[in-house]
Protein backbone atom coordinates (compact mmCIF):
# COMPACT_ATOMS: atom_id res chain seq x y z
CA UNK A 1 0.00 0.00 0.00
CA UNK A 2 1.33 3.79 -0.48
CA UNK A 3 2.49 5.67 2.11
CA UNK A 4 0.32 8.99 1.81
CA UNK A 5 2.54 11.87 2.78
CA UNK A 6 -0.03 13.50 5.51
CA UNK A 7 -1.05 13.53 9.14
CA UNK A 8 -0.82 9.99 10.96
CA UNK A 9 -4.69 10.31 12.96
CA UNK A 10 -6.75 7.93 14.58
CA UNK A 11 -10.87 7.87 14.69
CA UNK A 12 -12.97 6.18 16.87
CA UNK A 13 -17.01 5.56 16.89
CA UNK A 14 -19.68 4.69 19.61
CA UNK A 15 -23.34 4.36 18.67
CA UNK A 16 -23.59 5.14 22.13
CA UNK A 17 -21.61 8.62 22.29
CA UNK A 18 -19.58 8.70 26.04
CA UNK A 19 -16.34 10.06 24.71
CA UNK A 20 -14.47 12.63 26.94
CA UNK A 21 -11.19 14.49 26.31
CA UNK A 22 -9.16 15.68 29.20
CA UNK A 23 -12.03 14.52 31.83
CA UNK A 24 -14.83 16.47 29.81
CA UNK A 25 -17.85 14.83 28.49
CA UNK A 26 -18.43 15.55 25.14
CA UNK A 27 -22.27 14.87 24.77
CA UNK A 28 -24.32 17.83 25.34
CA UNK A 29 -27.65 17.66 27.17
CA UNK A 30 -29.73 21.01 26.75
CA UNK A 31 -33.82 22.06 26.88
CA UNK A 32 -35.94 21.66 23.77
CA UNK A 33 -37.07 25.02 23.30
CA UNK A 34 -40.80 25.83 24.40
CA UNK A 35 -41.51 22.86 25.22
CA UNK A 36 -41.60 22.30 29.37
CA UNK A 37 -39.38 19.85 30.96
CA UNK A 38 -38.24 18.43 27.76
CA UNK A 39 -34.51 17.56 27.52
CA UNK A 40 -32.44 16.72 24.35
CA UNK A 41 -29.22 14.72 24.57
CA UNK A 42 -26.57 15.38 21.67
CA UNK A 43 -24.52 12.86 21.26
CA UNK A 44 -20.81 13.04 19.57
CA UNK A 45 -20.45 9.63 18.29
CA UNK A 46 -17.72 10.16 16.66
CA UNK A 47 -14.06 12.11 17.89
CA UNK A 48 -10.17 12.21 15.78
CA UNK A 49 -6.88 12.71 17.06
CA UNK A 50 -3.53 13.18 15.04
CA UNK A 51 -0.26 11.75 16.45
CA UNK A 52 0.78 15.27 17.32
CA UNK A 53 -2.32 15.26 20.18
CA UNK A 54 -5.05 17.50 18.66
CA UNK A 55 -8.34 15.63 19.13
CA UNK A 56 -11.41 17.08 17.09
CA UNK A 57 -15.22 16.32 16.57
CA UNK A 58 -18.43 17.65 15.38
CA UNK A 59 -16.59 18.52 12.19
CA UNK A 60 -16.74 17.19 8.50
CA UNK A 61 -14.52 14.25 8.96
CA UNK A 62 -16.11 13.28 11.96
CA UNK A 63 -19.77 13.18 11.09
CA UNK A 64 -18.05 11.17 7.85
CA UNK A 65 -16.73 9.01 9.85
CA UNK A 66 -20.36 8.06 11.93
CA UNK A 67 -22.03 8.20 8.94
CA UNK A 68 -19.75 5.46 7.60
CA UNK A 69 -20.00 3.50 10.48
CA UNK A 70 -24.08 3.33 10.11
CA UNK A 71 -23.99 2.65 6.77
CA UNK A 72 -21.83 -0.70 7.16
CA UNK A 73 -23.74 -1.31 10.49
CA UNK A 74 -21.10 -1.20 13.45
CA UNK A 75 -21.57 0.39 16.59
CA UNK A 76 -18.06 0.72 18.01
CA UNK A 77 -14.88 1.29 15.56
CA UNK A 78 -11.75 2.67 16.14
CA UNK A 79 -8.98 2.97 12.89
CA UNK A 80 -5.93 4.64 12.37
CA UNK A 81 -5.27 6.25 8.78
CA UNK A 82 -3.95 9.61 6.76
CA UNK A 83 -5.49 12.68 7.26
CA UNK A 84 -4.64 14.65 3.58
CA UNK A 85 -5.78 16.79 1.04
CA UNK A 86 -5.74 16.58 -2.35
CA UNK A 87 -4.15 19.69 -4.83
CA UNK A 88 -5.27 20.73 -8.54
CA UNK A 89 -3.64 18.34 -10.10
CA UNK A 90 -5.06 15.57 -7.72
CA UNK A 91 -2.42 14.83 -5.89
CA UNK A 92 -1.84 14.22 -2.07
CA UNK A 93 -1.06 18.06 -1.13
CA UNK A 94 1.46 17.31 1.69
CA UNK A 95 1.60 17.87 5.59
CA UNK A 96 1.96 21.61 5.11
CA UNK A 97 -1.12 21.97 3.61
CA UNK A 98 -2.68 19.62 6.28
CA UNK A 99 -0.98 21.62 8.91
CA UNK A 100 -2.14 25.08 7.10
CA UNK A 101 -6.22 24.06 8.01
CA UNK A 102 -5.84 22.34 11.27
CA UNK A 103 -4.13 25.15 12.83
CA UNK A 104 -6.33 27.75 11.08
CA UNK A 105 -8.80 29.54 13.41
CA UNK A 106 -12.20 31.21 12.11
CA UNK A 107 -13.66 34.07 13.58
CA UNK A 108 -17.44 33.18 13.63
CA UNK A 109 -20.60 35.97 13.93
CA UNK A 110 -20.89 35.97 17.42
CA UNK A 111 -16.96 36.81 17.92
CA UNK A 112 -16.09 33.43 19.45
CA UNK A 113 -13.47 31.58 17.89
CA UNK A 114 -14.31 27.87 16.41
CA UNK A 115 -12.01 24.77 16.44
CA UNK A 116 -11.29 24.75 12.74
CA UNK A 117 -11.44 26.55 9.72
CA UNK A 118 -14.85 25.65 8.37
CA UNK A 119 -14.47 25.70 4.78
CA UNK A 120 -11.05 24.48 4.33
CA UNK A 121 -11.74 21.68 6.55
CA UNK A 122 -14.15 20.45 4.06
CA UNK A 123 -11.13 19.42 1.69
CA UNK A 124 -9.60 17.31 4.16
CA UNK A 125 -9.92 13.45 4.10
CA UNK A 126 -9.52 10.40 6.02
CA UNK A 127 -7.60 7.14 4.66
CA UNK A 128 -7.91 4.35 6.88
CA UNK A 129 -4.47 2.12 6.53
CA UNK A 130 -5.25 -0.54 9.65
CA UNK A 131 -8.77 -1.44 12.10
CA UNK A 132 -8.15 -1.90 15.87
CA UNK A 133 -11.37 -2.23 16.96
CA UNK A 134 -14.92 -3.17 15.71
CA UNK A 135 -18.44 -3.84 17.65
CA UNK A 136 -16.27 -3.88 20.66
CA UNK A 137 -14.00 -6.68 20.05
CA UNK A 138 -10.43 -5.73 19.51
CA UNK A 139 -9.21 -6.67 15.72
CA UNK A 140 -5.82 -9.19 16.13
CA UNK A 141 -2.57 -8.22 14.63
CA UNK A 142 -2.44 -12.20 13.69
CA UNK A 143 -5.55 -11.04 10.91
CA UNK A 144 -3.65 -10.51 7.55
CA UNK A 145 -3.96 -6.65 7.15
CA UNK A 146 -5.92 -7.25 3.81
CA UNK A 147 -8.77 -8.56 6.05
CA UNK A 148 -8.63 -6.10 8.59
CA UNK A 149 -9.07 -3.38 5.93
CA UNK A 150 -11.83 -5.29 4.44
CA UNK A 151 -13.82 -5.00 7.15
CA UNK A 152 -14.79 -1.03 5.85
CA UNK A 153 -14.24 -2.00 2.23
CA UNK A 154 -18.32 -1.41 1.20
CA UNK A 155 -17.67 2.21 2.76
CA UNK A 156 -18.90 4.69 0.18
CA UNK A 157 -17.88 7.68 1.19
CA UNK A 158 -16.22 11.12 -0.30
CA UNK A 159 -14.09 12.00 2.96
CA UNK A 160 -13.41 8.40 4.38
CA UNK A 161 -11.98 5.62 2.20
CA UNK A 162 -9.89 2.45 2.80
CA UNK A 163 -5.54 2.58 1.65
CA UNK A 164 -5.57 0.95 -1.75
CA UNK A 165 -3.89 -2.33 -1.29
CA UNK A 166 -2.87 -5.83 -3.47
CA UNK A 167 -2.12 -8.74 -2.42
CA UNK A 168 1.50 -10.09 -3.70
CA UNK A 169 2.17 -13.98 -3.71
CA UNK A 170 4.55 -14.18 -7.03
CA UNK A 171 6.86 -12.79 -8.97
CA UNK A 172 7.98 -10.01 -5.94
CA UNK A 173 10.28 -8.21 -7.79
CA UNK A 174 8.34 -7.18 -10.47
CA UNK A 175 5.43 -6.72 -8.69
CA UNK A 176 6.63 -4.03 -6.22
CA UNK A 177 8.45 -2.27 -9.27
CA UNK A 178 5.16 -1.99 -10.40
CA UNK A 179 3.72 -0.60 -7.31
CA UNK A 180 6.93 1.54 -6.89
CA UNK A 181 6.11 3.28 -9.74
CA UNK A 182 2.84 3.92 -9.46
CA UNK A 183 2.37 4.68 -5.96
CA UNK A 184 5.89 6.73 -5.79
CA UNK A 185 6.82 7.88 -9.45
CA UNK A 186 3.43 8.86 -10.97
CA UNK A 187 1.50 9.27 -7.41
CA UNK A 188 4.31 11.25 -5.80
CA UNK A 189 3.40 9.72 -2.63
CA UNK A 190 5.83 9.24 -0.04
CA UNK A 191 6.68 5.67 -0.37
CA UNK A 192 5.23 2.07 0.33
CA UNK A 193 4.15 0.07 3.25
CA UNK A 194 4.85 -3.74 2.90
CA UNK A 195 3.51 -6.59 5.43
CA UNK A 196 5.51 -10.12 4.90
CA UNK A 197 6.61 -12.48 7.82
CA UNK A 198 4.80 -11.10 10.42
CA UNK A 199 5.96 -7.56 10.08
CA UNK A 200 5.96 -3.65 8.95
CA UNK A 201 8.21 -2.34 6.76
CA UNK A 202 8.02 1.22 5.15
CA UNK A 203 10.15 1.91 2.06
CA UNK A 204 10.77 5.59 0.77
CA UNK A 205 13.41 7.39 -1.29
CA UNK A 206 16.25 8.13 0.38
CA UNK A 207 18.31 10.95 -0.91
CA UNK A 208 21.54 12.34 0.24
CA UNK A 209 23.29 16.05 0.55
CA UNK A 210 27.07 16.90 0.72
CA UNK A 211 26.37 20.09 3.83
CA UNK A 212 29.49 21.99 6.17
CA UNK A 213 28.58 23.08 9.05
CA UNK A 214 29.68 26.68 9.13
CA UNK A 215 28.76 27.59 12.79
CA UNK A 216 27.01 27.23 15.90
CA UNK A 217 25.16 29.19 18.47
CA UNK A 218 26.66 28.09 21.85
CA UNK A 219 24.12 30.34 23.26
CA UNK A 220 20.83 28.44 22.26
CA UNK A 221 18.65 26.32 24.37
CA UNK A 222 18.96 22.89 22.19
CA UNK A 223 23.00 23.55 22.44
CA UNK A 224 23.03 24.06 26.26
CA UNK A 225 20.49 20.97 26.63
CA UNK A 226 23.14 19.33 24.96
CA UNK A 227 20.69 18.03 22.35
CA UNK A 228 22.71 18.48 19.78
Known sequence: MPKLDGWLGGMAYNISGRFKVNGADLDKTQKLEGMVGSIQSEKQRAIMCTKGGMFGWDNFLTHAFEDACRAIGVTEAVVTGEIVTYNDLGLIAGREAITSILNRQEQDTE????????????????????????DGSPVGREIPIAQRLALFSEVKNDRISVMPHEVVTEDLVTSFEALWKKHVEEERNEGVVIYGGGKRYKIKTKYTIDAAIIGVDTNAKYWQDQKE
Open 111 to 134: GKVSTHDRHAFRKLKFVIHDVLSL
